[in-house]
């Protein structure tokens, strides 16, 4: 994106176009065939705004500012209610626990009618879930500010990995070398417990 004119009474240029400029006409491939010095001479500068996160701010008064050539667009932000915020993490937790707990419901229900017993797997896997939606609830209460709510929703953590190596004739192993990765995981919905086949290149994902 580029900026014509100045901060007050300028407007945004979003993609390459015919520009009249005073008593000028200016061609669209000014955008491209001309340096920024060029451009900057007839009042055309890059331009880039800065978002803000709207899921922990509101959006409020635009200001543009003018630095090494260049104008940037800052949003005035303002903190959403923690409250709120935490009401509507708590909400997904519960939706989770839930939504978990209605894939193995059955086990029971064909237990009632006089079916096979609850597998141990299963009925431990069912705890699981209910420990779980605990700990994360005693955790969301605890949180205390935006800045608590912000990081734990992005939490930054670090997954170290098997190597996959897979031989001439197709046959997959896995380690012993390792790997790392730099994640950012919501705690929200991190960690829950699962049924699904292990994953043979996992190791571990500890925080960073």
Same mark, same amino acid.
């Given at each position: 994106?580029?900026?014509?004119? &100045? *901060?007050?009474?300028?407007?945004?240029? &979003?993609?390459?176009?015919?520009?009249?400029?005073?008593?000028?006409?200016?061609?669209? &491939?000014?955008?491209?065939?001309?340096?920024?010095?060029?451009?900057?001479?007839?009042?055309?500068?890059?331009?880039?705004?800065? +978002?803000?996160?709207?899921?922990?701010?509101?959006?409020?008064?635009?200001? +543009? *500012?003018?630095?090494?050539?260049?104008?940037?667009?800052?949003?005035?932000?303002?903190?959403?209610?923690? @409250? =709120?915020?935490?009401?509507?993490?708590?909400?997904?937790?519960?939706?989770?626990?839930?939504?978990?707990?209605?894939?193995? @419901?059955?086990?029971?229900? +064909?237990? !009632?009618?006089?079916? *096979?017993?609850?597998?141990?797997?299963?009925?431990?896997?069912?705890? !699981?879930?209910?420990?779980?939606?605990? !700990?994360?609830?005693?955790? $969301?209460? !605890?949180?205390?500010?935006?800045?608590?709510?912000?990081?734990?929703? &992005?939490?930054?953590?670090?997954?170290?990995?098997? $190597?996959?190596?897979?031989?001439?004739?197709?046959?997959?192993?896995?380690?012993?070398?390792?790997? *790392?990765?730099? +994640?950012?995981?919501?705690?929200?919905?991190?960690?829950?417990?699962?049924? @699904?086949?292990?994953?043979?290149?996992?190791?571990? $994902?500890?925080? =960073?």
């Amino acid at each position: 994106m580029w900026f014509v004119g &100045n *901060t007050e009474t300028g407007f945004v240029v &979003n993609k390459a176009r015919g520009l009249t400029i005073g008593d000028v006409q200016y061609p669209r &491939n000014i955008f491209v065939l001309w340096s920024k010095e060029e451009l900057a001479a007839i009042g055309v500068k890059p331009y880039s705004e800065t +978002r803000l996160d709207s899921r922990y701010y509101n959006q409020g008064a635009l200001t +543009r *500012t003018e630095s090494d050539g260049e104008v940037l667009g800052t949003y005035a932000s303002h903190d959403k209610d923690v @409250d =709120a915020l935490k009401e509507t993490m708590l909400q997904s937790v519960k939706s989770i626990a839930g939504s978990l707990q209605s894939q193995v @419901d059955w086990y029971w229900s +064909r237990e !009632a009618k006089g079916g *096979t017993a609850v597998p141990s797997k299963i009925a431990t896997h069912a705890t !699981a879930i209910y420990t779980v939606m605990e !700990a994360k609830e005693t955790a $969301i209460d !605890a949180l205390v500010d935006l800045d608590d709510v912000i990081l734990y929703q &992005n939490t930054p953590m670090v997954e170290t990995r098997k $190597i996959k190596h897979t031989s001439d004739d197709g046959v997959e192993t896995y380690g012993p070398e390792t790997e *790392t990765y730099d +994640r950012e995981v919501d705690q929200v919905t991190h960690g829950w417990p699962s049924l @699904d086949d292990v994953d043979p290149a996992f190791v571990s $994902i500890e925080p =960073a």
